[in-house]
């Protein structure tokens, strides 16, 4: 079993429809959350970053956590064809600790 | 933001020749930086997490002789592929983390090696 479970995709969504996002984890140990977009060829670029359970919100992105259920989600409201990319979910234990990563999803918006 | 930059983004070498990619961080000092390798439609694969004055920490698998990694300075962490073979193309990724109250990880913007 992966210590970080993550829905491959592919994904297809009309433009303006909402994107949701999750992996599961293993590890209790893990306090930090963190979503990354990844366009082809290029660096992981950070979305969100959340410490510990609970929700945040910016902009059209909402990350949320469940430490009781090792579950985090993702959502992209009123997705746009720029929001085409793999999304790549990542957790750690703490500051300077390793990045557990999932498979990444990857997405496609329709226009 | 934390900014992290690395370089090459591609750079093409011949068999048996050695290779070094570049990682800096702009505006933060990093003690601890990251590199991974990204096959095609894969995740990151963490190869080494590189420590600002002493020897890097390899995951298990990486060879250490093949991938030279040096942190030396807080601002600049080096790889170095070894006597490259065409098996070692793919896509290097580095990553440092400033702190949680700044948001955390923050990757560069890759380098894509083609061994020929």
């Known amino acids: 079993q992966k210590e970080v479970e993550q829905d491959p995709g592919p994904l297809s969504v009309p433009e303006g429809a909402i994107v949701s996002l999750n992996c599961t984890y293993s590890?209790?140990?893990?306090?930090?959350f963190m979503w990354y977009r990844q366009y082809s060829r290029k660096g992981p670029e950070l979305l969100m970053y959340?410490?510990?359970?609970g929700n945040k919100e910016d902009g059209r992105f909402t990350a949320q956590v469940d430490k009781s259920s090792k579950y985090i989600s993702l959502f992209i409201r009123d997705s746009q064809p720029s929001d085409s990319a793999t999304y790549l979910c990542a957790m750690s234990e703490g500051d300077d600790y390793k990045l557990s990563f999932g498979a990444g999803t990857t997405v496609t918006v329709r226009a | 933001g934390a900014v992290v930059s690395q370089h090459p983004s591609r750079v093409i070498c011949k068999s048996g020749t050695s290779v070094k990619i570049e990682c800096r961080s702009l505006d933060f000092q990093a003690t601890t930086m990251f590199w991974y390798r990204q096959f095609p439609k894969q995740s990151l694969m963490l190869m080494a997490t590189s420590n600002e004055g002493s020897k890097a920490t390899y995951e298990q698998g990486v060879e250490k002789d093949k991938f030279l990694i040096n942190h030396a300075s807080l601002t600049l962490s080096t790889l170095t592929v070894t006597s490259a073979h065409p098996e070692d193309s793919s896509f290097y990724i580095c990553?440092?983390?400033?702190?949680?109250?700044?948001?955390?990880?923050?990757f560069g913007s890759g380098t894509r090696l083609t061994v020929v």
């Open positions: 990553s440092a983390n400033r702190d949680s109250l700044y948001g955390g990880y923050t």
């Open positions: 959340t410490y510990s359970s």
């Open positions: 590890n209790s140990a893990f306090q930090y």
